[in-house]
C-alpha cells in the first residue's frame, strides 16, 4: 500500500467522525477514511529480532461513526492464521489513523522505503487476539 497515493476523503466526509477523533490525529482523518472506504490493507506485522509477517486486513464499510465494522486479518496467507475483530468504526477509524501516523513517522526518519511498512498498533492486536 503505497499512502503517498492515498486521496484524501472529502471534508464531508470526514466530518461525521470529527467528534470522535481528537487533536492533531484529525489532520489524519480524511486519510484514513480513504483507506477505510478501500475496505482492505495489505502490511507487515513487525516482529523485533526476526521477519516481518505479512497480512491482509479487510473490513466492512458502514457510513455511522457508531456501526459495527467487522476487521478480518489473516497472516502470511495462511487460513489458520485469520482472525475477526468487531468495533465500533470510529474506533477502528482511530487504529488507522494510528497505522498512517507510524508510517509517516517512518518516512519522516528516512527509513529506507523497504523498512518502512504498514501495521496497526499494538493495542489493536490485543482487542483482535481478545488479550484486552
Not at 36 to 58: H, M, W
Request: contains cysteine; neutral net charge.
Amino acid at each position: 500500500m503505497s499512502f503517498e497515493q492515498l486521496q484524501p476523503a472529502t471534508q464531508q466526509q470526514a466530518s461525521v467522525y470529527l467528534p470522535y477523533i481528537q487533536g492533531n490525529k484529525r489532520h489524519f482523518l480524511p486519510y484514513a477514511m480513504s483507506l477505510y472506504q478501500k475496505g482492505v490493507l495489505e502490511g507487515y506485522r513487525k516482529i523485533e529480532g526476526s521477519n516481518n509477517i505479512p497480512f491482509v486486513a479487510t473490513w466492512n464499510v458502514v457510513t455511522l461513526p457508531s456501526d459495527l465494522t467487522r476487521c478480518r486479518m489473516q497472516f502470511d496467507g495462511n487460513a489458520q492464521l485469520s482472525y475477526e475483530v468487531m468495533m465500533a468504526s470510529f474506533e477502528f477509524i482511530n487504529f488507522l489513523i494510528e497505522l498512517i501516523e507510524n508510517y509517516e513517522r517512518d518516512t519522516l526518519c528516512v527509513k529506507p522505503p523497504a523498512d518502512r511498512v504498514a501495521d496497526f498498533p499494538q493495542v489493536f492486536y490485543r482487542k483482535l487476539l481478545r488479550l484486552e
